[in-house]
């Protein structure tokens, strides 16, 4: 009777083992043991980046380690503009499965396929604003197995269309929030005529006409502004019919990266336009978030 | 048959107060019975020392960090010493921090270095999250621009001297006898800290646009206490033999030499030391502190420590057949929830006789 007592209790305590030490054979954990435990909260309204991303609740902290939502929108807001080039089907479920991770009881990371494609698509228009593909989105760290994020409609083939696309400068809506999402990501912001457009290797050089507003200063000096240069990064073949117009005038946004000013975007000065005279309405109370306060 | 106890299990049944405030979920309700019960709950602990008992009386929020801290370094040292016939188990008083025990073997000197840094981790890591008060983040690093490397101190640093300097004031108030066992608790329980704050981290965060690393913020970090596991038994496998040295022959022993040395040379300050042989561990013991190995899973095909030959001492073992069943082939199912298989498998299990 004892023996067989302690023999049932030896069962059970067997039986645990295995499930205490498969606990320890997820490869992919909490980043760290000591810190808080993650939180479910809710997707708020303005974290524009994961709005319509298919859940509505997210970790806090984040799987890129921000760990308030002031650090998560701030940081997450420079993403936005990316959302608008279109460049991958699976660009905001790449972003936002770390900005914004789905609740579960243990992290879901992307799978490392959807974030190669994602970067292979959108690190050459990255590129053409000067931005590399950053340390944080390192492909090589997601898992490759079944149980990470992927698009949910994985068949999808890009169709190579007849046209080549678009200088990413160039291909932006006539919309508000687009122009001024581009607007906060750019460092200067000038209204001006184009004099010349010349090819540069592999660039295309745009020299500006004398006579110039600036709409956002920005790091930009008064001397500098004078003989501002910009360049079409990687645009020597692809079409921009604003640069071939050289008789409006333009809004044209730019930053600097080394010692070259690249083209960030531009729009026609259209007055006639009521979206455009909306956004420049707009413009004059809008304030670009703050990539500095939050660790001040 | 020796039954595995949880950590759940640990603290409530042998800290019961403790693990009832740690239960209580709203932070008031925390507060208001910590402060009305802290002379209760210090005098219930036991195995403290005097000193202690005093330091848990004026800061009862700290107590349930070093229960925390204790527990910590009390469970890393299960996790380094699993496969071996000691695996931190032991015969004898259990104090805050574990077992005493008795003899001062290089087993001894792991439990004290091990106990010392998890109370100094788990201090710091609560100033870090503000889960105590009188600390907090390292204050000499905050806003600080590093001109020559570019990037500037920001968010949370750990103030790991302040988790030190409490664990020494703590823990060292538990070494009240003037003997040589209380040089060598001292010295092993120092370098379980210096161990700790030798392996603190720098961690970056990059927030420039895009998150370019143009903008970075970067602050000093706890490493992950396994990694202090790991530095501590790689001590402990080369740990020295030392004894105690008195000036004369009746005053209190005043510093440990090496044993093996012709002169008196000391051991290094990270160095961890002991002063007698350990046993052998096979058999339990209440004079020596040994647990036994009657019970012990083992591995019937390891040559190693974990194998049954070894493990068992010679006494042979017992086999026991089950079925194991887990989860498989999971996967994420969008949007958002995991769907996996069960398998299941017929497998044995050894145990010491």
Redesign the interface.
């Known amino acids: 009777m004892k023996s067989l007592a302690s023999l049932s209790l030896w069962r059970i305590i067997i039986l645990i083992l295995p499930l205490v030490s498969l606990g320890q054979t997820f490869e992919y954990g909490w980043p760290d043991n000591y810190d808080k435990p993650p939180q479910c909260v809710d997707i708020p309204v303005d974290l524009r980046l994961c709005q319509g991303v298919g859940y509505h609740q997210m970790l806090l902290p984040n799987l890129l380690e921000h760990e308030s939502m002031a650090e998560v929108k701030q940081q997450a807001g420079s993403w936005v503009p990316l959302l608008h080039k279109n460049c991958d089907p699976g660009t905001q479920l790449l972003l936002c499965s770390l900005f914004a991770p789905v609740c579960m009881e243990r992290p879901i990371y992307p799978c490392r396929r959807l974030c190669e494609n994602v970067r292979d698509g959108c690190s050459p228009i990255m590129a053409a604003f000067g931005f590399p593909w950053p340390h944080i989105l390192t492909c090589d760290k997601f898992p490759q197995d079944d149980m990470c994020i992927n698009t949910p409609n994985d068949t999808s083939t890009s169709e190579p269309n007849g046209h080549p696309p678009v200088c990413p400068p160039c291909d932006n809506e006539m919309k508000m929030d687009v122009i001024l999402d581009h607007m906060c990501a750019s460092e200067f912001a000038i209204k001006t005529k184009i004099q010349e457009v010349k090819r540069e290797n592999m660039d295309r050089k745009v020299t500006l006409q004398k006579k110039k507003r600036t709409i956002k200063m920005g790091t930009l000096k008064k001397k500098d502004l004078k003989k501002l240069t910009l360049y079409l990064k990687n645009g020597a073949d692809c079409p921009c019919t604003q640069l071939d117009n050289t008789r409006n005038t333009y809004l044209i946004m730019g930053r600097k990266v080394d010692k070259q000013y690249l083209l960030t975007g531009i729009h026609k000065w259209d007055k006639s336009n009521r979206e455009f005279k909306k956004t420049m309405k707009k413009l004059k109370s809008h304030k670009c978030p703050a990539y500095e306060n939050v660790f001040k | ?1 020796r ?2 106890s949880s950590c759940g299990a640990l603290l409530s049944v042998y800290y019961p107060q403790i693990f009832l405030i740690l239960t209580s979920g709203s932070y008031l309700a925390l507060s208001s019975v910590v402060a009305l019960g802290a002379n209760i709950i210090c005098n219930k602990i036991p195995g403290l020392a005097p000193r202690q008992r005093a330091i848990c009386q004026s800061r009862p929020d700290a107590i349930i960090i070093i229960g925390e801290g204790a527990q910590l370094g009390i469970n890393e040292c299960q996790y380094q010493f699993r496969y071996g016939r000691w695996n931190c188990s032991a015969l004898g008083e259990r104090t805050v921090f574990g077992q005493e025990l008795r003899v001062g073997s290089k087993e001894a000197a792991f439990t004290y270095a091990i106990t010392a840094a998890g109370v100094a ?2 201090v710091t ?1 609560a100033c ?2 503000g889960n105590l008060s009188h600390c907090g983040c390292d204050r000499e690093k905050q ?1 600080y621009h590093d001109q020559e490397e570019g990037w ?1 101190w ?2 949370c640093s750990a103030d790991v001297k302040y988790g030190v300097e409490f664990s020494r004031r703590f823990v060292d108030a538990r070494e009240i006898k003037k003997n040589a066992r209380r040089l060598m608790n001292l010295h092993n329980n120092e370098a379980g800290r210096k161990v700790l704050e030798e392996r603190m981290k720098l961690e970056c ?9 143009t ?1 970075k ?1 970067c602050w000093t ?2 490493p ?2 396994r990694e202090i596991g790991y530095v501590l038994k790689e001590r402990y496998t080369t740990a020295l033999e030392v004894e105690a040295v008195r000036a004369t022959r009746f005053r209190q022993p005043s510093f440990l030499r090496l044993k093996q040395s012709r002169g008196y040379i000391k051991p290094t300050d990270t160095d961890l030391v002991f002063l007698e042989r350990s046993p052998n561990y096979c058999e339990e013991d209440t004079v020596t502190g040994s647990a036994g190995t009657r019970g012990r899973l083992c591995n019937h095909t390891s040559p190693l420590t974990d194998g049954c030959n070894l493990m068992c001492c010679g006494r042979g073992h017992n086999t ?1 057949q ?1 079925t ?4 498989c ?4 199912q ?3 929830f ?1 769907k996996c298989n069960t398998c299941s498998e017929k497998t044995e ?1 050894f145990t010491c006789k």
């Open positions: 048959m039954s595995i981790h788990a890591a870090s999250q806003g500037k920001g968010g965060k990059c927030h420039g646009v895009s998150g370019s690393c903008t913020t970090t706890l992950k206490f026991h089950y194991r069943v887990w989860q082939n999971c996967k994420f969008w949007c958002c995991v299990v």
